[in-house]
Each structure stands twice: as structure tokens, then as C-alpha cells.
């Protein structure tokens, strides 16, 4: 048996969002499920469509060269077209090939995906790694499709639904992701060039290698814009600290990485297990940088200083609005000023900061449009900042429930969120750039017909 992953390309055409940067990287879900496919050896390939900018056009070649009998798809919302176009060219091409689609888009609306496009013969739900396991050794076999656990399938002009898979409880049991499998080669993904302020030499580059690693799955709160607790569930689940100091010596002498990004949503959801992680990577002497993602809530003056101690050089905070109420009401659940203070807090301690938003909530108004552009006025973040506009995704309550949170159609009008985008954006490089040019910048009165 032979399978082909493949990740679209994330970008579905047309112009970028405003503030938006194409910036690939390592499809680490594909990563794992092919780690597990290698173990049972099954011949693997993991084909990066969005890092290699390879068209759908081109992928006849790349299907004539690997010759797949399986073909594995992932998709989010925003790259879901994509996906159902590459299955439209591969059922084509090679029609042959079982088609399997997977992610956090389809395992939502797989029934509606399965009804939709007859090119796909396969959805599977939720985590992966073992389904996909299961489902190649079905197919090679030739065997039922219902003894396979966590799939929706079509047989006989019907859709069916075999019972959910439970979810991995001992995450130390994966194999680390297949990164040696992936086409454009792991090396396309490491190198960052930065320009180098402490360097006095001629080169004044540094350059950076860095990989992500995924510690935890799961969220226990219970935002109604975000589909990670209903895909990962709200259990907790965790990596053993060994384990993942493990994988980053494994990436230092393979790769020679310096730097990881950490890309568990709550990274310091468990304060005492950063607290040991930090002591074990130091004890390794690791000498490497690294950053996370976390909520303003989840730290504390004592845990930032031990992850600066221990490398960590930049944060990525969800604020999401800098309004209470419409923090109350999507359920973020934590105090604006207290994050507005962490945030301050993590930049004194000279930790970089990056501060995301949503643009488009329910409550959201004018006035707490303006929050926003305050909130970054006073709280100087010199990483970056991503002003959003909303996307209502399957599996949250906001989707299920759209009806109740905008009874009357959007709260805001799309004119008034990207001219507050302009003005977060104006803030922000006021505030790094260094110069008084941009305060000089007015951002165009644009007007709602």
C-alpha cells in the first residue's frame, strides 16, 4: 500500500486579507499520521502544496511519479475548496485511488462533504493517527469499511457513520512526526534569516532554525468561536515532559534546530508542568530559543521569569476583543485588565509579545472597536499583532447557534473593521518603528453605503 498526504495550498486565491502573511509551515498533523503509517511500513509520502506553491494542475506528475493507492487529504474551513479540488484531480487522474478527506473543516460536515463530492470515498473525524492506521490496512485487505472506527463512509447510494474512535490518552505513545517524509524537503521550512542587532561583524544575519512541537491536545474552556475544544475535546491531554525534551534533542542532532515553537494552544495551561519542562530543558543544556502560545491568564510574574531563564524569547496571546462584554459574551472568560497588565508585564521582562484580535464578535461596536487600537496603544507589543475578522467555523457553538448571536445579521459593519484594522496596524508600527512619519497617517474615512 502506498499513500499520499497531502496539504492544499492554505490561501484559496484571490487578495490576501488585509495584514495577512503567507507564511508556510510544517503540516505537523500530516507529520504524525505518517510517523504512524511508517511504523506499520506502509510506504509514505507527505506532499506540501502550500509550502511548494505546486498548482493542482501539476499534480498529475507528482501522482504518476509515487504511483499512490491511497490518497489522504487535510482541510480547514479556509482551504476546504482546495481540498475538494485536489480530490477532483486525483479521482481524475488516477481513479483508481481511495480518497480520504480529514481535518478539522470535514470532521463537522462530513456527512454534508460525503453527499457533496463523490470524488471523496472516506472522511475521517477527529484525530487521525490511528484511524488512518486502521483504514489502510481495511482497504489493503479488502475488508469491511464499517470495522473502522471514526470514519463516515458511502456504500450502496448511502452515507453511514461507524462510532467514534476514543481520544489518545497517552500522547508519549506517537511516534514523532515523519518530517523526512515530506516533499519540498524539511530544509525548506528551517532557515529564517533576521537581521542580527548584536552582531558587530560584516554578516549581521541570524539565522534561524525552527521547528514546531505540539505538547498537549485538548482546551477546557469553552470559547464559542473556536473549534479546538470540540475537535480535541476538554480533557487536557498531555505529552510527559521527557518526551518532548526528547523530541527537541531528536530535532537538534537531525535538523540542528535553535529554535521551537511550542503550538499547543494553552501551552501554560498546567503552570507546574512549564515549571518542571523549563528545569528539564536546562538541565539538557538545549541552547536553543522558543516560543508559545497561551492565554493572559495562564501566568505569572515567577512562571515568565523561569521561561525567559529557560529561553523563551516571544508569546503569542489570543485578546480577541478589548471589551469585557464581548469577552463575556464569545466566553473567553478572563479580565481585560488583567491581560492588558500581562501582556505589559511580559514585554518588561523582555519576552516579545503577539497579540491577536478578532474583528466581527457578537457585541462587538464601534466603541469597542477603539478598545482595541487603545489596548495596543498601552500595552506596546513588539512582536506582532493580527487583527482577524471573524470566521464562523463548524463544530462551535457560534456556528450551531448563529442565529442567536446575530439575530439581526452582523453587528458591524465591514467598512468600520477594516478601517480599524488600518488604525490597529497604524498603532502597532508608531509604536516599533521608531519614526514620527506614520502618526502623520490618517486613515481614509470610509464610508457604508
Known amino acids: 500500500m502506498r499513500v499520499l498526504l497531502i496539504n492544499p495550498s492554505y490561501w484559496t486565491g484571490g487578495k ?27 510506504k509514505t509520502k507527505i506532499l506540501d502544496m502550500d509550502m511548494s506553491d505546486i498548482k493542482i494542475e501539476d499534480l498529475k506528475e507528482k501522482l504518476d511519479k509515487f504511483r499512490p493507492d491511497m490518497v489522504g487529504i487535510t482541510s480547514f474551513t479556509s482551504n476546504y475548496s482546495n481540498a475538494v479540488k485536489i480530490a477532483k484531480a486525483v479521482k ?32 475521517v473525524r477527529y484525530e487521525g493517527e490511528y484511524t488512518m ?36 490518552k497517552n500522547l508519549d505513545e506517537l511516534p514523532f512526526p515523519a518530517h523526512h517524509l515530506l516533499e519540498p524537503s524539511i530544509e525548506a521550512y528551517l532557515d529564517k534569516t533576521y537581521p542580527d542587532k548584536n552582531d558587530k561583524t560584516e554578516n549581521k544575519k541570524n539565522i534561524i532554525r525552527n521547528i514546531p512541537i505540539l505538547t498537549t491536545r485538548g ?6 468561536f ?11 491531554r498531555k505529552r510527559s515532559n521527557s518526551n518532548v525534551v526528547d523530541e527537541i534533542e531528536y530535532m537538534q542532532d537531525k535538523y540542528g534546530i535553535n529554535n521551537v515553537s511550542f503550538v499547543d494552544d ?3 495551561m498546567q503552570k507546574e508542568r512549564v515549571f518542571d519542562l523549563c528545569q528539564e530543558m536546562k538541565e539538557r543544556d538545549l541552547s536553543l530559543k522558543w516560543g508559545c502560545s497561551t492565554r493572559a491568564d495562564l501566568l505569572s510574574e515567577n512562571l515568565l521569569k523561569t521561561m525567559k531563564d529557560a529561553g523563551c524569547d516571544n508569546i503569542f496571546f489570543g485578546i480577541e476583543s478589548a471589551s469585557q462584554e464581548t469577552l463575556g459574551i464569545v466566553r473567553k472568560e478572563f479580565k481585560i485588565d488583567q491581560a492588558r497588565e500581562v501582556v505589559k508585564l511580559t514585554e518588561e521582562i523582555g519576552i516579545k509579545t503577539h497579540c491577536s484580535f478578532i474583528l466581527g464578535l457578537p457585541g462587538e461596536s464601534l466603541e469597542s472597536l477603539n478598545q482595541m487600537v487603545k ?61 514620527t512619519e506614520l502618526t502623520k497617517i490618517i486613515p481614509p474615512d470610509i464610508q457604508v453605503c
Open 219 to 224: 482546551c477546557p474552556f469553552g470559547c464559542i
Open 226 to 236: 473556536c473549534s479546538t475544544a470540540s475537535l480535541h475535546g476538554h480533557q487536557y
Open 16 to 42: 490576501l486579507p488585509l495584514g495577512f502573511v503567507k507564511v508556510s509551515s510544517v503540516p505537523l498533523g500530516l507529520g504524525y499520521i505518517a510517523a504512524m503509517l511508517e511504523s506499520e511500513a506502509v
Open 375 to 435: 489596548f495596543i496603544e498601552e500595552v506596546k507589543p513588539s512582536g506582532r499583532i493580527l487583527p482577524n475578522t471573524l470566521d464562523i467555523l463548524p463544530g462551535t457553538k457560534l456556528y450551531n447557534h448563529i442565529e442567536d448571536y446575530f439575530p439581526d445579521g452582523p453587528d458591524i459593519h465591514h467598512a468600520d473593521i477594516v478601517k480599524t484594522q488600518l488604525e490597529m496596524f497604524l498603532k502597532f508600527y508608531e509604536i516599533n518603528a521608531g519614526i
Open 133 to 168: 492506521r486502521d483504514l489502510v490496512d481495511v482497504v489493503e485487505k479488502g475488508g469491511k469499511l464499517n470495522k473502522v472506527k471514526g470514519i463516515t463512509y458511502r456504500e450502496g447510494g448511502g452515507v453511514f457513520s461507524t462510532p467514534l474512535r476514543s481520544k489518545i
Open 266 to 268: 494553552n501551552f501554560t
Open 92 to 123: 481524475s487522474h488516477r481513479p483508481e485511488a481511495f480518497i480520504v478527506l480529514g481535518g478539522v473543516h470535514p470532521t463537522f460536515v462530513h456527512t454534508e462533504v460525503l453527499k457533496t463530492v463523490p470524488e471523496i470515498d472516506v472522511v
